[in-house]
C-alpha cells in the first residue's frame, strides 16, 4: 500500500550513505538522475550529488533502509564544494543523457497522439455514415486502414501508448483501443501487410451495427431477455453495413461478424468453434477493452492487470490461447494504465509495455511538477528499480489521484520506430 513520504529531514550531502531516500530540492533538469526524489544505492551516485555543489539536501527516514552518516566535526576537513569542471565530469553528461532520453520518449508519445487525433476524427465520422452512406465512409476506412497497416507493416518496431486526456464521447474511442491492440498483436504475429489491412478494417468497423440498438439497451447492466436478442443483432446489421460499402474483404467481415463468437461454442451469433484467425484477434481484445471500460456506466470497469487477470483465470477457454498469452506478453504483468508503487517508495503510472514483461515504462509522480515535464522511467534499462505493487486508484489521496488521472476510460495508440519515417 502506497503512503505519502513524511516530512523530510535536511541533511548536508557529505551525510549520504548507500540506503538513504534523498530528495534533491533543486529543477528536474539540474541533475542527472531520473527523479528528485529516490534511494541511494550506490557511492557513484553520492558522488554525482555532491558534484552538484548543493549546500544540502533532504532525507526520509521511514523510506530509508539506512540512517544518514553523522554530522562532520567542526575540526574535520571541510568537504569541498564541486567545482564547474567537476560538474561537467561527472553530472552534466548524464543530464544531457537524460534530457536526450526525455525528449526521444516524449517525441514517441506525442506522435502517437497526433496519430490519434487524425484518425479519431476521421472513424467518428465514418462510424456515423457507414449506415446512411456507406460507399462514402467506406472508401474513407479502406484508405485510413491501408495507410496503417503500410506504416506498421514497414516499421522496425511498434510501440504501444497510453494517452492523455482525451474528452468527448463516441464509438471512436473503443474502435481505435481495439485496433490499435489488434495491430500491436498482429505486427508480433508477422501478418502480411494485406492482412493488417483486413485486420484494421474489421476491427474499426466492428461494432459498426451498434448504431442500429438503441443506448439505452447498449448501456444496460442487465439487459431482458429480448434486449439481449436486438443488442447481438449488431453484428449482422455491421456485416450488412460492410457489404452495401463494398470495399470489405471476406477476412474483414468475418471480423465483424465473429467478434463475439468464442472457440469454446459460448459465444454469438452462431456458437461457432471454429473462428477466422483475423476475428480470433478481436475477439480477445475486444473483451478485454469491454472489461477495462464496459458501455455500462453502471458496471464497475477493472483495472487493466485485472482484466488481463479474469480473462486468464476465468474465460480462456473461450478464446485461441496463441493469441491470449500473446496479449498478456505484450501487454505485461502491469499492463498501461495502471498505478503502481516502486521499491525506491515513489508512485507512477505505467505508460507503455517495456522489454520485459516485469519491466514497464513508468510516468514518475512528481507533485512539484507539471505532468508533462516528469520524467518516464524504463525499468528494463533501470535494474535496481523494480515494481512492488500495483495500487488501485481509489486508495490514492485526491490531490494525487488527480496528477495521475488514470482515466476510467483508457484511450491507447501507437507509434512507429523506423529512421525512414520522419512523423508518424
Not at 501487454?331 to 525506491?344: F, R, W
Amino acid at each position: 500500500m502506497w503512503s505519502r513520504p513524511e516530512n523530510p529531514v535536511k541533511i548536508q550531502p557529505s551525510q549520504l550513505k548507500p540506503g538513504v531516500f534523498v530528495w534533491l530540492d533543486v529543477g528536474w533538469q539540474d541533475h542527472p538522475f531520473f527523479t528528485n526524489k529516490f534511494r541511494i544505492t550506490s557511492q557513484a551516485e553520492i558522488n554525482q550529488i555532491i558534484a552538484l555543489g548543493l549546500p544540502h539536501v533532504y532525507y526520509y527516514p521511514n523510506k530509508s533502509t539506512s540512517a544518514p552518516a553523522p554530522v562532520p566535526m567542526p575540526e574535520s576537513a571541510p568537504v569541498p564544494v564541486a567545482t564547474t569542471p567537476a560538474l561537467e565530469a561527472v553530472a552534466a553528461p548524464k543530464i544531457s543523457e537524460k534530457k536526450a532520453l526525455l525528449q526521444k520518449q516524449k517525441d514517441a508519445a506525442a506522435r502517437a497522439d497526433r496519430g490519434w487525433e487524425r484518425a479519431s476524427n476521421q472513424v467518428r465520422e465514418v462510424l456515423l455514415d457507414l449506415g446512411r452512406q456507406p460507399k462514402k465512409a467506406g472508401a474513407a476506412l479502406s484508405s485510413l486502414t491501408q495507410e496503417t497497416a503500410k506504416m506498421i507493416s514497414g516499421s522496425d518496431e511498434v510501440l504501444l501508448h497510453l494517452l492523455g486526456d482525451k474528452n468527448g464521447s463516441g464509438p471512436q474511442f473503443h474502435a481505435l483501443n481495439v485496433m490499435t491492440l489488434s495491430m500491436v498483436l498482429g505486427k508480433a504475429m508477422n501478418l502480411s501487410e494485406s492482412d493488417l489491412g483486413d485486420l484494421a478494417m474489421g476491427a474499426l468497423a466492428h461494432d459498426a451495427g451498434l448504431g442500429k440498438v438503441p443506448l439505452p439497451i447498449i448501456q444496460a447492466k442487465n439487459r431482458q431477455r429480448h434486449e439481449e436478442a436486438f443488442y447481438r443483432e449488431h453484428c449482422q446489421y455491421g456485416v450488412e453495413f460492410a457489404k452495401a460499402a463494398g470495399v470489405f474483404s471476406q477476412q474483414a467481415i468475418n471480423i465483424i461478424q465473429d467478434h463475439h463468437e468464442f472457440v469454446d461454442g459460448s459465444g454469438y451469433p452462431a456458437q461457432k468453434t471454429a473462428i477466422a484467425p483475423l476475428a480470433s484477434i478481436v475477439a480477445v481484445v475486444n473483451r478485454y477493452d469491454e472489461l477495462c471500460s464496459p458501455d455500462s456506466p453502471a458496471q464497475r470497469s477493472l483495472m487493466p492487470a485485472e482484466a488481463l487477470a479474469h480473462i486468464y483465470a476465468k474465460e480462456n477457454g473461450k478464446f485461441d490461447k496463441r493469441i491470449l498469452n500473446l496479449l498478456i506478453r505484450i501487454l505485461g504483468v502491469y499492463p498501461p494504465g495502471t498505478i503502481v508503487a516502486l521499491s525506491d517508495g515513489l508512485l507512477g503510472l505505467v505508460v507503455s509495455p517495456g522489454k520485459a514483461s516485469l519491466r514497464p515504462k513508468v510516468l514518475i509522480y512528481e507533485q512539484d511538477l507539471p505532468k508533462d515535464e516528469a520524467a518516464v522511467a524504463d525499468l528494463s534499462d533501470i535494474p535496481d528499480l523494480k515494481i512492488d505493487e500495483s495500487i488501485r486508484p481509489e486508495t490514492l489521496p485526491p490531490d494525487v489521484l488527480k496528477w495521475l488521472n488514470p482515466r476510467q476510460r483508457l484511450s491507447y495508440f501507437f507509434s512507429v520506430e523506423q529512421t525512414s519515417l520522419a512523423d508518424n
